[in-house]
Nanobody, 120 residues
Framework: VQLQASGGGLVQAGGSLRLSCAAS????????MGWFRQAPGKEREFVGA????????YYGVSVKGRFTISRDNAKNTVYLQMNSLKPEDTAVYYC??????????????WGQGTQVTVSS
């Protein structure tokens, strides 16, 4: 299974970015997809998750109302739309397949991460 995250970059505070996570080698119909982020010197933080069937979404407190997760089943791809970005959103963002839990140990396959930098 390979997960390819993309779409990161440099954006000014208040701006938007959309991250993508394309999966190959596994059909994700039975798995939730999670997004996590990790800033330098900090633990990996749960951003949100989406169930593959039904599309239920769950978000971390720090991003709720600003970030939206969606998926395209036909493309085996999940998206993370990030709006109203803040400097504290700066981190490497990872996608992973798992249960949809906020716990990192409930995810088995991880993408390589994509850097998001928000300037003030």
């Amino acid at each position: 299974v390979q997960l390819q995250a993309s779409g990161g970059g440099l954006v000014q505070a208040g701006g938007s970015l959309r991250l993508s996570c394309a999966a190959s080698g596994r059909t994700l119909s039975r798995y939730a997809m999670g997004w996590f982020r990790q800033a330098p010197g900090k633990e990996r933080e749960f951003v949100g998750a989406i169930s593959w069937i039904g599309g239920s979404t769950y978000y971390g407190v720090s991003v709720k109302g600003r970030f939206t997760i969606s998926r395209d089943n036909a493309k085996n791809t999940v998206y993370l739309q990030m709006n109203s970005l803040k400097p504290e959103d700066t981190a490497v963002y990872y996608c992973a397949t798992g249960t949809g839990s906020p716990r990192t140990d409930e995810y088995d396959y991880w993408g390589q991460g994509t850097q998001v930098t928000v300037s003030s």
